[in-house]
């Protein structure tokens, strides 16, 4: 078994999780009740985030304010919510007829990228990769084709640029870092990535450079910015990520708050003790750590500064890529801890299978279920964002002391 293991090309174990994904994607298509059962609320028509994007470029080609609701160009009356870079893709030729061609190659180069970097050679890793992509915050993003997809594609396209952070490459990092930024804001808190083991002048001049890129293009275009951050919908509703929505959980009638606290207190244990454990044998996080690091900061900020859709959840893959190719690679307690740091985040993202039952509960059993297991899964959201900045932090401070400020400097 082992032989025949080994003779199974390593693209074919990418391969099978991509394909995974895409199965469970169009067994949604074909029987849409599905979503509903994987805890995802399927709002109709397809890729409705980005028809919203085009709809927005439709507007202003036409002479019509995209930053005003109603505007008879998209099908819910919903105004331009995101940075005014987004209004030039009809230069593009792009409008909302081209949103099923293009949101189908959003997702599909998302799934793709995905497994390409969490790297899948074998059974388990496969099968892990699949559950991490095919998680419902996952599903929920390929759906709406939301262009959380994009940043997180930029974030990758950083993160291979820092594979090897060489003047060059960081300086490349640079670009999509910052587009990524100009596109949806929160990705500026990832500008730490360009030091991980990267010389001192290097990580300082790039990551000035990309501070004040990001200011002249905000600064050019602060009007239009703030009227989006008007447009901008509250996404505080009890089922979706963020610290805040214990407080909303807590307000909500039908969630008993006992077994919601119980919940709570059984959750967030988990990922301190596991900080503990990985502490004594840290989990090793190799070439990719300024990929994680990007991840880590990006989720935490989101989670602590604000509500988030569920969607959100696919900047883990950007820290799940880093465990599983440990997994895989690390002997030993390192290696059992990255499983464990893989299996951890994977019940976390699937009780967020939860948020769309949680509307159908009807009888009072069905609420205190569905209350105790929102709070494991708060609990466990509170816990893996702290530890995932903490090990930022910590590869953070490690590089930068382990690094020089010149070349010549390491060969005195």
Same mark, same amino acid.
């Given at each position: 078994?082992?032989?025949?293991?080994?003779?199974?090309?390593?693209?074919?174990?990418?391969?099978?999780?991509?394909?995974?994904?895409?199965?469970?994607?169009?067994?949604?298509?074909?029987?849409?009740?599905?979503?509903?059962?994987?805890?995802?609320?399927?709002?109709?028509?397809?890729?409705?985030?980005?028809?919203?994007?085009?709809?927005?470029?439709?507007?202003?080609?036409?002479?019509?304010?995209?930053?005003?609701?109603?505007?008879?160009?998209?099908?819910?009356?919903?105004?331009?919510?995101?940075?005014?870079?987004?209004?030039?893709?009809?230069?593009?030729?792009?409008?909302?007829?081209?949103?099923?061609?293009?949101?189908?190659?959003?997702?599909?180069?998302? !799934?793709?990228?995905?497994? /390409? %970097?969490?790297? &899948?050679?074998? @059974?388990?890793?496969? #099968?892990?990769?699949?559950? +991490?992509?095919?998680?419902?915050?996952?599903?929920?993003?390929?759906?709406?084709?939301?262009?959380?997809?994009?940043?997180?594609?930029?974030?990758?396209?950083?993160?291979?640029?820092?594979?090897?952070?060489?003047?060059?490459?960081?300086?490349?990092?640079?670009?999509?870092?910052?587009?990524?930024?100009?596109?949806?804001?929160?990705?500026?808190?990832?500008?730490?990535?360009?030091?991980?083991?990267?010389?001192?002048?290097?990580?300082?001049?790039?990551?000035?450079?990309?501070?004040?890129?990001?200011?002249?293009?905000?600064?050019?275009?602060?009007?239009?910015?703030?009227?989006?951050?008007?447009?901008?919908?509250?996404?505080?509703?009890?089922?979706?990520?963020?610290? !805040?929505?214990?407080?909303? /959980? %807590?307000?909500? &009638?039908?969630? @008993?708050?006992?077994? #919601?606290?119980?919940?709570? +207190?059984?959750?967030?244990?988990?990922?301190?003790?596991?900080?503990?454990?990985?502490?004594?044998?840290?989990?090793?996080?190799?070439?990719?750590?300024?990929?994680?690091?990007?991840?880590?900061?990006?989720?935490?900020?989101?989670?602590?500064?604000?509500?988030?859709?569920?969607?959100?959840?696919?900047?883990?893959?950007?820290?799940?890529?880093?465990?599983?190719?440990?997994?895989?690679?690390?002997?030993?307690?390192?290696?059992?801890?990255?499983?464990?740091?893989?299996?951890?985040?994977?019940?976390?993202?699937?009780?967020?299978?939860?948020?769309?039952?949680?509307?159908?509960?009807?009888?009072?059993?069905?609420?205190?279920?569905?209350?105790?297991?929102?709070?494991?899964?708060?609990?466990?959201?509170?816990?893996?964002?702290?530890?995932?900045?903490?090990?930022?932090?910590?590869?953070?401070?490690?590089?930068?002391?382990?690094?020089?400020?010149?070349?010549?400097?390491?060969?005195?």
């Amino acid at each position: 078994m082992k032989g025949a293991r080994q003779s199974i090309p390593d693209w074919l174990w990418v391969a099978l999780p991509i394909g995974g994904v895409f199965a469970v994607f169009f067994a949604c298509v074909l029987h849409e009740p599905l979503w509903g059962t994987l805890g995802i609320f399927h709002m109709g028509p397809y890729f409705a985030d980005l028809s919203v994007i085009l709809a927005a470029n439709d507007a202003k080609l036409a002479g019509v304010d995209p930053y005003l609701p109603a505007t008879g160009f998209d099908f819910l009356g919903r105004p331009h919510v995101y940075g005014p870079i987004w209004l030039e893709l009809h230069r593009f030729g792009l409008t909302r007829s081209d949103t099923i061609w293009l949101g189908g190659a959003l997702v599909a180069t998302s !799934v793709a990228a995905g497994a /390409l %970097w969490c790297r &899948p050679r074998g @059974p388990l890793a496969a #099968l892990a990769c699949l559950a +991490l992509l095919a998680s419902p915050g996952a599903l929920l993003a390929y759906e709406r084709a939301n262009n959380d997809l994009v940043v997180l594609l930029l974030l990758l396209v950083a993160a291979l640029a820092m594979l090897r952070p060489t003047w060059a490459r960081v300086f490349a990092a640079v670009v999509p870092l910052v587009l990524a930024s100009l596109l949806k804001f929160y990705p500026l808190i990832a500008i730490p990535m360009l030091a991980i083991k990267s010389k001192r002048w290097r990580a300082l001049v790039c990551g000035i450079t990309a501070l004040g890129l990001i200011v002249v293009m905000v600064l050019i275009q602060l009007r239009d910015m703030h009227r989006a951050i008007e447009n901008m919908p509250a996404s505080v509703n009890p089922v979706g990520y963020g610290a !805040v929505m214990l407080s909303y /959980l %807590w307000a909500h &009638p039908g969630v @008993p708050r006992g077994f #919601l606290c119980f919940g709570f +207190l059984t959750g967030v244990c988990f990922w301190p003790w596991f900080a503990w454990r990985e502490n004594r044998n840290p989990i090793p996080l190799g070439d990719m750590a300024a990929g994680f690091v990007a991840g880590a900061l990006a989720w935490g900020f989101c989670f602590f500064a604000t509500g988030n859709y569920s969607y959100r959840a696919v900047l883990f893959i950007l820290p799940a890529g880093v465990w599983l190719a440990a997994a895989q690679a690390a002997n030993g307690q390192a290696g059992r801890n990255a499983w464990l740091a893989v299996s951890g985040l994977t019940v976390t993202l699937w009780l967020a299978s939860l948020h769309e039952w949680m509307n159908q509960a009807v009888s009072v059993n069905e609420w205190r279920a569905t209350g105790f297991l929102l709070g494991v899964e708060n609990g466990l959201c509170w816990g893996l964002s702290l530890y995932l900045l903490w090990v930022a932090v910590r590869e953070g401070l490690a590089s930068w002391r382990d690094s020089s400020w010149s070349e010549a400097e390491n060969k005195k």
